[in-house]
């Protein structure tokens, strides 16, 4: 059974930071990326990783304040958010790629999704 299971959300001030983990079981994937979803708004996309730490890519609003990493050994992709804000609190979800390491932004280009960490950043 394939599964990414996200921890390390929680309750942080502004301006503080957090470290949100995705472990895969199940296979591996070439590219992993990070969406998140605050309420009433629509999921949208935060960073994406391909095959290594040398490929990354950022939303705007995450770039220079959040770093996407991953252990190959361990299956596991992270997301360093640091400087955190109020705009966000939203819950996050690591999505795996199966094919090709390309890094994408969109949703539908991942295979499987976890359900999601809540990240909730206070004033």
């Known amino acids: 059974q394939v599964q990414l299971v996200e921890s390390g959300g929680g309750l942080v001030q502004a301006g503080g930071s957090l470290r949100l983990s995705c472990a895969a079981s199940g296979r591996t994937f070439s590219s992993y990326g990070w969406f998140r979803q605050a309420p009433g708004k629509a999921r949208e996309f935060v960073a994406a990783i391909g095959r290594s730490d040398a490929n990354t890519y950022y939303s705007d609003s995450a770039k220079g304040r959040f770093i996407i990493s991953r252990d190959n050994a361990k299956n596991t992709v992270y997301l360093q958010m640091n400087s955190l804000k109020p705009e966000d609190t939203a819950v996050y979800h690591c999505?795996?790629?199966?094919?090709?390491?390309?890094?994408?932004?969109?949703?539908?280009?991942?295979?499987?999704w976890g359900q999601g960490t809540q990240v909730t950043v206070s004033s």
């Open positions: 999505a795996g790629r199966v094919p090709d390491g390309i890094i994408l932004t969109r949703e539908v280009a991942y295979d499987y």
